[in-house]
């Protein structure tokens, strides 16, 4: 089923019903139908056609949205970048991913695609009037494009095919039923990022409601479940605790959520339990992936996250899905309990094959996998590796420290030491944290570097850029 279809049969079952809400804007079933027809003819008059693929700038809104279903209805491919990238990085995502010499963005994003395109931006106001437009296009064509992160080098484009794509979301959307009161789910994580566009479509496809936050602020997020009486969302672990720590937390209703999935970074043991005491009519569910599997190969459900023996753990894969732990040199498997770089095959997986993922994790007994960290942000402290991870877990587990970042800096005698960026709750020393690791990691795990922070560097996705992390951690000195 192409995409460009998904909001066909709610629209048509029940076209006032509200399919999203973005601050004050609301839009309904029938209005976002038609909104995606403008897009299918304003593109089509603009010369895009089947295999193309067209670039979108801008935030979740209305025009985002119908811009992934309407360049899908087509045949062509919306691809979704990173509305805070300058032109010159705008352009390089354009000749990455092949697009064509139109693209769509919101007015406050259009200047700098237009520095990129040859032949202009479409935006809101240029739609045209909408027109039927049957859906074009076959299984083996892309149906959106999304970019990796590129925190480890250049972004790289990942074209997802429709044969890939429209299975993935319908193995878990319920299908739409017009005499079905709505869920009502809120995203708020950028619509670029596997999570959130795949979130907003399975809605879509099922007849939900849609809440979009554009951008995270835990005040807002807050307002807007208590508001719509959200039922159930997507966050990233930096979002948790920003929620948790924020002043209104504890006078907000907060009965309406059933449900919140988390991933796309690394969630410390310690944030995990505090969430779960927290909001305990809440089922929390951890997904383990990445934008080349679709999303989550590896769950962590509700009532694993009470046992104390998965504290740690992002679950098990799920269903269909094959896993290796690999040595990342000799490529062989390691022995369990090892810690070796997870390889993936699966039906989601983008393309055939074995995905060599570039994570590094071990797997117990029972099948739990347990991340080491990325192999690229492995340290090397002269001989001996190991991921930040194991650092940053027991900084953590501090009192004191209500968020930190470890990284490997250049050291021309041992190839790399270990630095850390602590934010910390209360005043506390360099030495006292240096002294509280000893007891718990190897020596030569023990930071050598501590820096004091007000935040870290994080992407909208919620994940530390070790790069900038290692140069902020310099520029500071330490101690």
Known sequence: MNIGLFVDEPARGAPAR????????ECTYGELHRAVFQIAATLRARGIKRGDRVSVVDTGSVLSVAAILGAARIGAAAALMNVQLKPSELAQLVRTAGCAAVGIAG?????????????????ERDLHDPQEVEAEGADE???????????????????????????????????????VRPAVSMMCVPIFHVGGSLAVLGSLLSGSTVVIQPRFRADEWLR??????????????????RILDHPSFAGTDLKSLVSIAYGAAPAPPELVRRAVEALPQVGFLQLFGQTETLGGYAML??????????AGSVGKVTPGVELRIV?????????????????????????????????????????????????????????????????????????????????GIADPEMGERV?????ARRPMTAAQLKEYCRDRLAIYKVPERVVFVDDLPYSETGKVNRKRLAELIVSKGGD
């Open 18 to 25: 509200l399919a999203l809400a973005i601050g004050e804007r």
């Open 107 to 123: 007015d406050a994003y259009a200047d700098a695609l237009a520095q990129a395109l040859p032949e202009g931006v479409i935006r």
């Open 141 to 179: 064509d892309a149906a959106l494009i999304i970019f990796t992160s590129g925190t480890t080098g250049l972004p790289k484009a990942v074209p997802i095919s429709q044969g890939v794509l429209s299975p993935r979301i319908r193995s878990y959307a319920p299908p739409f039923k017009a005499d």
């Open 224 to 241: 807007l479940v208590e508001r719509h009486r959200v039922q159930s969302t997507f966050l990233v672990p930096t979002m948790i605790q």
């Open 301 to 310: 459900m509700p009532q694993e996250h009470r046992d104390p023996k998965r």
């Open 327 to 407: 040595d990342p040199l000799n490529h062989e498997d390691v022995a369990q309990g090892e810690v070796g770089e997870i390889w993936v095959r699966s039906k989601q997986n983008v393309r055939e094959g074995w995905l060599h993922t570039g994570d590094l994790a071990r797997v117990d007994a029972d099948g739990y996998i347990f991340p080491a960290g990325r192999l690229a942000d492995t340290i090397n402290r002269g001989g001996e590796k190991f991921g930040p991870i194991e650092v940053e877990t027991v900084l953590l587990s501090h009192p004191d420290v209500a968020d930190v970042g470890v990284a």
């Open 419 to 423: 630095g850390a960026a602590v934010v």
